[in-house]
């Protein structure tokens, strides 16, 4: 059995850092071109079979972990609804997948805020973890709600929610890289990724937004 979970950890291992290393090129890359869209594609598979693996390996003798698979999930609905966000670049409704997937993300996000209240009094640090990610859980789906209320109110929104899911997703890749490959396990190291990753995405939502002021003036 533990030979079987190392296997499926190192291919967990290359499929995250396939994920890893096309976000990189995604993000260098000018936003629109061939190279952004194949490099998003490389890091979608990448991402989402690593997010995959990661479910059953959290659950295994000796390596349960209960944060991990929640984070795995995260990181599938981040992946699949940033994906589907482009969709939207026509759509004037929202489609029930869609729902499904915001809802079920909903319900998990809240289990980690419940876990994260629940912890603070035992172990500090896993509920400040839990606290922090379903926190982020919870902010995304209560968007992505508004969002499909009416998916056309601007020009734009579908693009924001892209670049809004791409980036978490992108943001999880380099917290497992830190935290699990580099093995930098410190508080800081699980948030500090997520901080800079929120204001570059507040960065960018602002100039899309710009633009698509600019192109009405």
């Known amino acids: 059995m533990e030979k079987t979970i190392e296997i499926l950890i190192y291919v ?27 490099m998003g594609k490389f890091f ?18 000796n390596h349960e972990n209960l944060f991990l698979f929640l984070i795995g999930l995260f990181t599938i609905y981040m992946v699949l609804s940033g994906n589907r966000a482009l969709k939207y670049r026509t759509k004037t ?26 912890h603070l009094g035992t172990d500090l640090y896993q509920g400040i973890l839990y606290l922090v990610f379903g926190g982020f859980g919870l ?16 020009r734009s929104a579908y693009l924001v929610s892209h670049i809004r899911k791409m980036v978490g997703a992108f943001i999880a890749s380099v917290t497992a890289f830190l935290v699990a ?7 800081l190291f699980w948030i500090l990724p997520s901080v800079i ?3 570059y995405i507040v960065f960018w939502r602002r100039k899309v ?9």
């Open 12 to 38: 967990h291992i290359f499929f995250g850092g396939i994920g890893l290393a096309a976000g990189i090129g995604s993000v260098i890359a000018k936003k629109g071109s061939t190279l952004h869209k194949n």
């Open 93 to 118: 409704k929202a489609e029930m997948i869609d729902r499904i997937i915001s809802g079920s993300m909903f319900v998990f996000s809240f289990l980690m805020v419940a876990l994260g209240s629940y």
């Open 181 to 187: 490959g580099l093995g930098l396990v410190h508080l």
């Open 209 to 217: 937004q710009g633009k698509t002021v600019a192109g009405r003036a």
């Open 44 to 61: 979608s598979v990448g991402m989402i079979a690593s997010s995959l693996l990661s479910l059953p390996i959290s659950r295994m003798p």
């Open 139 to 154: 902010f995304f789906t209560i968007i992505d709600f508004r969002f499909y209320g009416n998916p056309g109110k601007t």
């Open 197 to 199: 990753g929120t204001v």
